[in-house]
């Protein structure tokens, strides 16, 4: 495989892990903690967009990060 080839997979790999990311966080409301299952819930304290946030749910606490 050539070096120009595996540059391009590089960034078709960034670029679609992107998307996917931004496809995710753009479904969970603003103001809201996105959970690492895809989830959502609202956080017990608001803090700043992208910081680490927490949630009482029923299986406990969880965290997330900050829509």
Request: aromatic share 8%; net charge positive; charged share 0%.
């Amino acid at each position: 495989m050539s070096v120009s080839m595996m540059i391009r997979c590089f960034f078709a790999l960034m670029l679609s892990t992107m998307l996917i990311t931004g496809a995710a966080a753009q479904q969970a409301p603003q103001g809201s903690c996105l959970l690492p299952s895809g989830q959502w819930c609202w956080p017990l304290t608001t803090v700043n967009y992208g910081a680490v946030c927490s949630c009482t749910t029923p299986q406990g606490p969880v965290q997330g990060v900050m829509q």
